[in-house]
């Protein structure tokens, strides 16, 4: 009986150590979303072996490429207490103007690439100014560029695309270099790659500390420095950019249709809170935000894998997503070793602020 | 703590709420708002007796999804596609498919020339396209005198705006003559009724109205030959035995039903197997996922499809997984025909007629003039197949790629500019 004992303690231990390192690897964010990651995998493979193959696999990601981009991009302006509703509509103005720009024609592929990537920096300045600036709530921010894009570009069109998109437009989206075992390595997952590293090494940096620290106690981060407008501005920058990327890929992969990029923002809030990012801002992690967006990419897989009725989908979409974030939330809420402590309150130190005294 | 939870778990909630409603939202993909929801319900006793089907028939019918399945609508829909329409065969928005001509020398006039017109919206390709033609057909008349003004209001696929639209025509009592395109047949009834009521004209297209109080009902055949043109060509061009997926806009639409609901009879009588149906918001992305998925499994033959919209996108995802390409249901939408004609498939353009947002004009101009109109105008509904696909992307060469074939709109005056520089 007491021989149990010290194996109990051992195996508490290497759990410990396990989570400890889980926790490291994935920055310390919720690892539920990692868990029901790999249950809906799990479940797809034994429905369907041949999804396993790589060549499957390959289909998977180039998919659902453009919802983790839409993802990454959602996540810093979260992270930094905000939300960011016009990147659906932003996603389908870019295609749209790239087919009416482009028309067809090859030559004009990179120039109409750098007015799209000008328009998207434009779209965020304008968001995160008005925000930041102005004080207005950027829920009303950015629902009204949703609106304006929308209307806008129904005015300019008149209700449909038109124009054509380029062969060489298309290949990011569609194309990919052909390999012996995954039959295609598709350029989309080339560049998720990179922006995959690129946001990582961004939040490790002092610009993710900052951005954290913003979304988590504003005056805080305020009195310790940052600059706390223009920290979300730039969040609000990436944010469109990320969805003019998206828009390259998506534009890429299906071509135009006049129903492009329609509700997607609500698709990629859910995959970051999903993913555990706590909206107001301050926690979660952007592996985390990404893992939220390949999931509910793998939950549309099994659904159809599971052959069931479309018009139950949302339904059991819902019921996963809540019990999702709820089991999260109660993790985090209860007291534990792993348990993250809020970050100091303002009103520890005030006397040390210069402004105050 | 406790407060960051629940303002998570009311974030969450809200957010979920809102994507659901989005992924939901029925009008705005649709796309095309087409049909001729109620067109059989004034012949029903007529075509009772065509009820004593075979037996084999009726079975099949069983097997269908029956709350959408009307049989004698759906024979006289398959029967009409036979009739040689009455009128000009070079301007098909004139012909009628057994009209039954009414009188209208009541409503002759000239005072009031004063054409108002209640749209549903301009919310997809076809209706866009379909509503420059009509301003085009418009203008033809009011260079000409017959029209001396055309009032439109939008309702954006909102039936209370359309109600207060149509109301707002009736009260001011400048209409000559009101055009309807109803957003729904049941809400929109009393709103008709009511502007006949008034004493002006009515003229109601595309999808109808639980009423027979207009002066004419226009649209083309309907949803069921619509269905049945694309399932007949899979039936006689795939071997027996083959796999046929059927990839549809989204459930519970009238217009949308009928089209599958008619395949689906055709389908039962055939040794196709239906691999599954699956509903895609006429989005391109989900619809190439959906296929690439339906091949990663095992192999796909035919494609059914209920509206055009991102077909191309279909038949993409046959080429980029490298496999033959299907024998191919699409539409007679341009991105569709010209990516048929590059590729050499196997394929069939069933045709929602475009061109009937002209005749609703000249229905008005007929009416005022005094000159008989049919009481439901039928509008010829035939299919583009191999063999006029050339002339057809001939003769819209220099138009967009969400353009409609049989638009009709080739001998206005605004053409083509109209129609290109939307």
């Known amino acids: 009986m007491t021989l149990t004992k010290p194996g109990q303690a051992a195996g508490a231990s290497v759990r410990t150590r396990l989570a400890d390192v889980a926790g490291r690897l994935f920055g310390g964010g919720s690892p539920t979303v990692f868990a029901l990651l790999v249950v809906v995998f799990v479940v797809i493979f034994v429905m369907n072996p041949s999804f396993a193959e790589p060549p499957s696999m390959m289909a998977f990601l180039k998919k659902a490429a453009p919802l983790v981009i839409l993802a990454v991009g959602q996540y810093f302006v979260i992270v930094c207490g905000e939300l960011d509703l016009s990147v659906g509509s932003l996603v389908g103005a870019q295609v749209v103007i790239a087919a009416a720009l482009i028309d067809g024609e090859e030559s004009r592929t990179v120039p109409v690439l750098f007015v799209m990537l000008a328009f998207g920096i434009l779209v965020g300045l304008v968001n995160g100014l008005i925000t930041t600036l102005l004080k207005v709530h950027s829920l009303i921010t950015t629902l009204g560029m949703m609106l304006v894009l929308y209307g806008a570009i129904r005015l300019w069109t008149g209700g449909a695309p038109t124009g054509a998109l380029s062969e060489a437009f298309r290949q990011p989206g569609r194309g990919g270099i052909d390999m012996p075992v995954v039959r295609q390595l598709p350029w989309s997952l080339v560049i998720l790659f990179a922006v995959v590293v690129a946001a990582v090494v961004l939040m490790r940096g002092s610009y993710g500390r900052t951005l954290i620290a913003t979304g988590d106690n504003e005056k805080t981060a305020m009195f310790s420095g940052a600059r706390v407008w223009q920290v979300r501005t730039s969040a609000f920058v990436l944010s469109s950019v990320m969805a003019s990327l998206a828009g390259v890929l998506i534009g890429g992969f299906a071509g135009v249709t006049a129903q492009v990029g329609q509700g997607l923002e609500f698709t990629a809030i859910t995959a970051v809170v999903l993913g555990g990012v706590v909206l107001g801002g301050g926690r979660g992690t952007v592996v985390a935000a990404m893992a939220g967006a390949l999931t509910i990419e793998a939950l549309f897989t099994l659904f159809n894998q599971m052959a069931l009725p479309s018009t139950i989908r949302p339904a059991v979409q819902g019921v996963i997503i809540i019990a999702a974030v709820a089991y999260a939330a109660r993790e985090r809420a209860r007291p534990g070793p792993h348990t993250q402590t809020p970050p100091a309150p303002p009103e520890q130190n005030p006397d040390r602020d210069p402004a105050v005294t | ?422």
């Open chain 2, 1 to 422: 703590m406790r407060k960051t939870r629940v303002l998570l778990a009311a974030a969450a909630t809200a957010a979920l709420t809102l994507a659901a409603c989005t992924t939901d939202e029925p009008t705005e993909t649709a796309p095309e708002d087409d049909a001729p929801a109620e067109e059989g319900q004034e012949e029903e006793p007529e075509d009772s007796d065509d009820g004593d089907d075979p037996a084999d028939d009726g079975e099949s019918a069983d097997e269908g999804d029956g709350e959408w399945f009307v049989r004698a609508d759906y024979e006289r829909q398959l029967e009409q596609r036979d009739i040689e329409p009455e009128g000009p065969a070079d301007q098909p928005w004139l012909q009628a498919i057994d009209p039954e001509w009414v009188d209208t020398a009541e409503h002759a006039q000239d005072e009031n020339r004063t054409l108002c017109f209640s749209n549903a919206s301009v919310s997809n390709p076809w209706r866009v396209t379909g509503w420059i033609t009509m301003q085009q057909q418009v203008d033809v008349y009011t260079d000409s005198g017959e029209i001396d003004d055309f009032r439109v209001s939008d309702a954006a696929d909102d039936d209370n705006q359309q109600i207060s639209d149509i109301q707002a025509f009736i009260d001011s009592g400048d209409c000559g003559a009101l055009i309807v395109s109803p957003s729904t047949t049941a809400t929109l009834t009393p709103a008709v009724e009511a502007a006949c009521d008034s004493g002006i004209p009515v003229i109601v297209f595309d999808r109808g109205v639980n009423t027979d109080c207009m002066v004419t009902f226009i649209h083309p055949i309907g949803g069921y030959a619509y269905g049945a043109d694309g399932a007949e060509f899979l039936a006689e061009n795939l071997e027996p035995g083959s796999s046929v997926l059927a990839l549809r806009i989204l459930p519970g639409v009238d217009v949308l039903e009928h089209r599958w609901a008619a395949a689906q009879q055709i389908f039962a009588d055939s040794d196709l197997e239906i691999l599954g149906n699956e509903f895609t918001d006429g989005d391109g992305a989900q619809i190439k996922d959906i296929v690439t998925q339906y091949l990663q499994r095992g192999d796909v033959d035919g494609i059914w499809m209920d509206a055009g919209d991102g077909a191309v996108a279909a038949v993409e995802a046959f080429e980029d997984t490298g496999n033959d390409y299907p024998v191919m249901m699409g539409e007679d939408e341009l991105s569709f025909m010209r990516k048929w004609e590059e590729t050499g498939m196997t394929a069939i353009a069933p045709v929602y007629s475009n061109f009937q947002w002209r005749t609703p004009i000249e229905a008005a101009v007929n009416i005022w003039n005094g000159e008989e109109v049919p009481a439901e105008w039928v509008l010829p509904q035939e299919p583009i197949t191999d063999a006029d696909r050339g002339d057809f992307l001939e003769r819209n060469d220099e138009m967009p790629s969400l353009h409609y074939a049989k638009f009709g709109g080739e001998d206005l005056p605004g053409y083509p500019e109209a129609w290109q520089d939307r």
